[in-house]
């Protein structure tokens, strides 16, 4: 779990301190009676233009100049193929799912699975991580005129606001809403062109 909390930190740093024009997203959003969910997609690309390897500090930047430096931890195999002038490129993805469990009966808990996939000895740098939270809490309340429903999970209660009223006739005191977090990055790296 600690490899992959490392591999998503450098994923995410990347991605999220380059600027946007470095980058490439897309959100898709979809619903059906008693379901609702959002992904969010980003790609993005930048060039190493210096490795410190007793540090093992990658600096990368994006096509508009802007500079992030990194520090590839112990699970970044393969560390003495990155060069200068390549290409490193990180695709994450995000999404949500809440689905509502009519009539509940499932035990309120929050459950974690994680993976991480890293290059063999000999190949090219990369790597994938990827996790998924799943949290089931029961509905103790729902509330019309504030469009709220109040649901009671294993740590904490919280008060979700669902604008849809189709979606609110739905619920009822007793269901459960089961919300699903899943979150991806894998990180490539371009040798570059001669």
Do not use: C, W
């Not at 992959?4 to 980058?23: K, N």
């Not at 990368?60 to 490193?88: D, H, Y």
């Not at 009519?102 to 808990?109: F, H, L, R």
């Not at 089931?136 to 504030?146: E, F, L, P, R, W």
């Amino acid at each position: 779990m600690r490899k992959m909390m490392s591999f998503a930190a450098l994923a995410l740093a990347v991605a999220f301190t380059l600027p946007a024009t470095a980058q490439t997203q897309s959100v898709v959003a979809g619903k059906s009676p008693g379901m609702a969910g959002v992904a969010r997609t980003i790609d993005v690309t930048a060039k190493i233009t210096a490795i410190n390897a007793g540090t093992r500090e990658i600096t990368l930047k994006g096509p508009q100049g802007n500079e992030v430096t990194v520090v590839a931890g112990p699970e970044v195999q393969n560390f003495k193929q990155l060069k200068v002038g390549n290409s490193v490129d990180v695709q994450y993805v995000q999404a949500l799912v809440l689905e509502l469990k009519k009539g509940g009966g499932k035990p309120v808990a929050r459950t974690e699975k994680a993976g991480v996939v890293r290059a063999k000895p000999g190949e090219a740098p990369g790597a994938a991580a990827g996790r998924q939270i799943t949290v089931v809490g029961d509905v103790i309340n729902v509330d019309a005129a504030t469009h709220t429903v109040t649901v009671r999970g294993p740590k904490r209660t919280v008060d979700l606001d669902v604008q849809d009223p189709e979606q609110l006739k739905l619920i009822a005191k007793g269901d459960q809403i089961e919300a699903t977090y899943t979150e991806a990055a894998a990180v490539s790296v371009t040798p570059a062109k001669k």
